[in-house]
């Protein structure tokens, strides 16, 4: 049974940084792809950022490039992202997602992926 647990979410100033943690359990994810979403209030969810666990090719959303880092530790099934210079615009639920390689679809679509955590609150305050 797959699981993902994120944690690491919280309240921070504009500016501030957070480091989100996705611990993944229940199979060998070295031919997954991870995923981060987020859902903003009244929102569709938004792709964020991907990492192929395989080859640790990694995709940014234009809204995060250069802010955001994916990343992953093997040794503990762990994603992490980490989120700098975080803005007002950045505060939602974000969601670790992990999807079977190859994806049946687009890595940022959502439908790619077959499994969700649980999701964590982030909350930027201007």
């Known amino acids: 049974q797959v699981q993902l647990v994120e944690s690491g979410g919280g309240l921070v100033q504009a500016g501030g940084s957070l480091r989100l943690s996705c611990a993944a359990s229940?199979?060998?994810?070295?031919?997954?792809?991870m995923g981060w979403f987020r859902q903003a209030p009244g929102k569709e969810r938004e792709f964020v950022s991907a990492l192929l666990w395989n080859s640790g090719s990694t995709y940014y959303a234009d809204s995060v490039k250069g802010r955001f880092t994916i990343s992953r530790d093997n040794a503990k099934n762990t994603v992490y992202l980490q989120m700098n210079s975080l803005k007002p615009e950045d505060t939602a639920v974000y969601y670790c997602a992990a999807g079977p390689l190859p994806l049946v679809g687009r890595y940022y679509s959502p439908v790619s992926y077959d499994y969700w955590g649980q999701g964590t609150q982030v909350t930027v305050s201007s």
């Open positions: 229940g199979r060998t994810f070295s031919r997954y792809a």
